[in-house]
């Protein structure tokens, strides 16, 4: 019999799956059991919509790793079984098992990766209506398989989303491939509210091109099942108002709401534990949590921003990141989680946006004096075929010089993803705006400009903002085009 | 009149037309005068394999600014017109004009950016055929054209390119696209000698797949016209030995001699600077000469690199950088250049290489003691259409964990440009490869990974070179796959 520590998960998407993995590394002879809600394990939930959208074909391979796979690692999994209460003085957890079986569990060390769960906006009817009635939320394998049901009956043709963020745009997308008619409910003046406005436009220029009917400034109070020979056969009618305030209403065979998440947190704040930001479980940089033994990773807990401090800010990234250092921590080890820069990248049909570190109004609440400029660069030398535009742009603080954060909206193949990781690298090193001009990119004419497209929008920012300012070297806007 | 600075450059290319376009900028009422050896000043060398293929189809796309442009900045352009000597002294050159007169020009500054000329290998009719024998080396617009006049002549429809680094690799794919049988003759073992050859046999394979006709390991040590009717129409014959040393031949309508280049010394060198690596002109970090009143910039001076120190690396990235340096400083500036990485990437087909900071030869000549890692990783999720992997070798010291280098091969679409360049911004400053892992690198399924593919192949290093060494976080190397 094994004398190594018994650590326990509670989760096992990407926070609980990493820290496990990184425990049995770190420790060989630690006996990881983790205790998983549902019958899908390490799921990348980050892929769900494109298995709606029928680009993925077996929802299986939506798995970053197969059961067996995880198994091999010796990995114990514990499916559709979950955690009631953790009696923290006592290392001890109680569960319930899918047929309602309840049993404690012992363990050493505890790692708590719960995750987050989607809001459910204050609309009328949502608490009645369900996927039965094609109403859904989207967060889980189960949501999802409820959803396509739903998508499978015959005679829908629409739907509408309320939610133009990552996910939204993403269904959005995802529905129009099915062939749906897909409205899209946004009540921010702009899609892709994580972007600045002018920013998001392109994003909402592309969704209207592809036919999505984008309707931003308006609200949806309320869902209801309606005579579907009253309306055009749909099953839906969904009401709100309008930018003006005036009343609006759609008649739609699917309902989804993807209006982001919130901390399950549940668990832990019965434990104990001490809540932040939205309501997220505060840990340190070593991912405890102040519970004596007691880890926590992902989306249920705080992230420290390394320019904005603590913050909660749910990211697929930051969960292996955070599962990584708590999982190697319960077992003995010093890890620190290095911190996040909130970079996100999101494909809408041919448009990539993506940012990374602050915009202006966080840059502001974090203690800069940030300003911006705007620059369209393309993404290689236009005398060679196929150049496309790269709308970036560049916050800096005004005293220091200090890149602050980017915002870039590029087409499918632009390089767009990873061009906004070159700036990330750079904040995460807290570089001026200026000297990202030493930076020695690569460089050819069918894949990039002389000074990259990153380095053309440093050059606009330092024109603009710190023309006195002494740089390394320096180019005008134009001298790279 | 004017009372401000006289500042002279010579050359027409990236580091003179950096160098002349901040200085306007510092200092407005500098008169700069550029004096230009032939009638295309500002014009993307880098670009003429795409001319030569027939893709861009004006060769007048290929100037970065027009002749109108670059007037338009007050830069006062002598085209056709040759620096014979420099009387540092007495602040003064001697110029030749294309109708053979000779003047002098006085200066108080003065900038050279002569750049490179092509090496000429030793072999035996080199000396003596020319492009009027359908014979050429490549590096002017008039090598360009005199190019372009052999290829459009009737019945060419073979060439043969001595050489296999980028141009070489550029033009074997310029020349078929236009229709041509092209054979490839590298001395040395594999192709893209500029990365490993386990790499570069990966480019080796596009060019094989396309059709080119590779032959590495073998030396061209003869070229000669040849009676037509005894050659299938051809009108040189090339000669050669093999990887073994026996004789190996070749009937071509064409030969282009891509085999590097060396700086273009010589005016700087009888004016007293000292030269270095190469027979590159010495200058400081201020691209300062050490010749009163002298700066220099380009592919005719050293390169300091950042983990390498002083070499010798011809690039045009760095002659932009390099020329803004010194148009400033000769204007009282106080710029100084960063420092390169060598980063470099070349396009063959549909591959795409890069590199950046040192291998692992590179690395022991630099007083490091380099171990590698080779990685395969999808560029995103597999589970998304269209993956396609990258490979990647990383070069990191054992000692201290430092990245030191690394090399990149993936096709078309794969961002694998711009993936070198978070590499190419890490090494900047100094991390450790476990350190890459701390990144916030943007993640979506379509564009990328949880753990980029870059981070995977950090991971792999660790884990073969530094399992023992306290990381951050980690993952193993299938983690995120």
């Given at each position: 019999?094994?004398?190594?520590t018994?650590l326990v998960i509670v989760g096992g998407s990407d926070a609980g799956i990493s820290a496990g993995l990184r425990a049995r590394e770190v420790d060989p002879?630690a006996e990881v059991t983790l205790i998983v809600a549902d019958?899908y394990p390490n799921f990348s939930i980050c892929g769900?919509?494109?298995?709606?959208?029928?680009?993925?074909?077996?929802?299986?391979?939506l798995a970053h790793r197969t059961l067996?796979e995880l198994e091999a690692t010796a990995l114990q999994l514990r499916l559709?079984?979950?955690?009631?209460?953790?009696?923290?003085?006592?290392?001890?957890?109680?569960?319930?098992?899918?047929?309602?079986?309840?049993?404690?569990?012992?363990y050493?060390r505890l790692v708590v990766g719960t995750g987050a769960?989607?809001?459910?906006?204050?609309?009328?009817?949502?608490?009645?209506?369900?996927?039965?009635?094609?109403?859904?939320?989207?967060?889980?394998?189960?949501?999802?398989?409820?959803?396509?049901?739903?998508?499978?009956?015959?005679?829908?043709?629409?739907?509408?989303?309320?939610?133009?963020?990552?996910?939204?745009?993403?269904?959005?997308?995802?529905?129009?491939?099915?062939?749906?008619?897909?409205?899209?409910?946004?009540?921010?003046?702009?899609?892709?509210?994580?972007?600045?406005?002018?920013?998001?436009?392109?994003?909402?220029?592309?969704?209207?091109?592809?036919?999505?009917?984008?309707?931003?400034?308006?609200?949806?109070?309320?869902?209801?099942?309606?005579?579907?020979?009253?309306?055009?056969?749909?099953?839906?009618?969904?009401?709100?108002?309008?930018?003006?305030?005036?009343?609006?209403?759609?008649?739609?065979?699917?309902?989804?709401?993807?209006?982001?998440?919130?901390p399950d947190?549940?668990?832990l704040?019965?434990?104990?534990?001490?809540?932040?930001?939205?309501?997220a479980v505060?840990v340190g940089e070593d991912m405890a949590t102040?519970?004596?033994?007691v880890w926590a990773a992902g989306d249920c807990v705080v992230t420290r921003?390394?320019?904005?401090?603590?913050?909660?800010l749910p990211l697929g990234t930051t969960a292996h990141k955070q599962g990584r250092v708590a999982g190697e921590n319960a077992v003995g080890g010093t890890a620190r989680y290095a911190g996040s820069?909130?970079t996100?990248?999101?494909?809408?049909?041919?448009?990539?946006?993506?940012?990374?570190?602050?915009?202006?109004?966080?840059?502001?609440?974090?203690?800069?004096?940030?300003?911006?400029?705007?620059?369209?660069?393309?993404?290689?030398?236009?005398?060679?075929?196929?150049?496309?535009?790269?709308?970036?742009?560049?916050?800096?603080?005004?005293?220091?010089?200090?890149?602050?954060?980017?915002?870039?909206?590029?087409?499918?193949?632009?390089?767009?993803?990873?061009?906004?990781?070159?700036?990330?690298?750079?904040?995460?090193?807290?570089?001026?705006?200026?000297?990202?001009?030493?930076?020695?990119?690569?460089?050819?004419?069918?894949?990039?400009?002389?000074?990259?497209?990153?380095?053309?929008?440093?050059?606009?920012?330092?024109?603009?903002?710190?023309?006195?300012?002494?740089?390394?070297?320096?180019?005008?806007?134009?001298?790279?085009?």
């Amino acid at each position: 019999m094994s004398t190594g520590t018994r650590l326990v998960i509670v989760g096992g998407s990407d926070a609980g799956i990493s820290a496990g993995l990184r425990a049995r590394e770190v420790d060989p002879s630690a006996e990881v059991t983790l205790i998983v809600a549902d019958a899908y394990p390490n799921f990348s939930i980050c892929g769900i919509p494109y298995f709606v959208s029928g680009e993925v074909g077996d929802w299986r391979n939506l798995a970053h790793r197969t059961l067996a796979e995880l198994e091999a690692t010796a990995l114990q999994l514990r499916l559709d079984t979950r955690v009631t209460s953790i009696d923290v003085g006592g290392h001890r957890i109680a569960i319930r098992t899918a047929d309602g079986a309840t049993e404690t569990l012992d363990y050493d060390r505890l790692v708590v990766g719960t995750g987050a769960v989607p809001v459910r906006p204050p609309i009328d009817g949502l608490s009645t209506l369900g996927p039965a009635d094609g109403v859904h939320l989207l967060h889980t394998m189960d949501d999802t398989f409820a959803l396509t049901g739903s998508l499978e009956r015959s005679g829908v043709r629409s739907a509408l989303i309320v939610g133009a963020g990552y996910i939204g745009l993403e269904m959005a997308e995802a529905l129009t491939t099915r062939g749906l008619t897909v409205h899209q409910v946004e009540m921010l003046p702009e899609v892709l509210p994580t972007v600045d406005v002018e920013l998001g436009a392109l994003v909402r220029a592309e969704l209207t091109d592809r036919g999505v009917q984008v309707h931003c400034g308006a609200a949806v109070t309320a869902v209801a099942r309606t005579d579907a020979r009253d309306s055009d056969g749909a099953r839906l009618h969904v009401t709100g108002t309008g930018p003006a305030g005036e009343p609006v209403g759609w008649d739609v065979d699917v309902v989804l709401i993807n209006v982001g998440v919130r901390p399950d947190a549940a668990l832990l704040v019965a434990a104990g534990a001490t809540t932040g930001p939205r309501g997220a479980v505060i840990v340190g940089e070593d991912m405890a949590t102040g519970l004596p033994g007691v880890w926590a990773a992902g989306d249920c807990v705080v992230t420290r921003h390394r320019l904005a401090g603590v913050t909660y800010l749910p990211l697929g990234t930051t969960a292996h990141k955070q599962g990584r250092v708590a999982g190697e921590n319960a077992v003995g080890g010093t890890a620190r989680y290095a911190g996040s820069l909130g970079t996100q990248v999101v494909k809408v049909f041919d448009v990539v946006a993506a940012r990374t570190g602050l915009r202006e109004h966080e840059a502001v609440a974090a203690g800069y004096r940030p300003v911006s400029s705007t620059t369209v660069a393309n993404d290689h030398k236009a005398y060679y075929p196929g150049a496309q535009s790269i709308t970036i742009r560049v916050t800096g603080d005004a005293d220091t010089g200090r890149l602050l954060g980017a915002q870039l909206i590029g087409r499918r193949g632009t390089e767009t993803a990873k061009r906004v990781d070159i700036l990330a690298t750079a904040l995460f090193h807290g570089m001026t705006v200026a000297d990202l001009l030493t930076l020695d990119l690569s460089y050819t004419p069918p894949l990039g400009s002389p000074w990259d497209a990153v380095q053309m929008a440093a050059q606009v920012w330092v024109a603009q903002h710190a023309p006195g300012r002494p740089m390394t070297d320096a180019d005008s806007a134009s001298s790279a085009a």
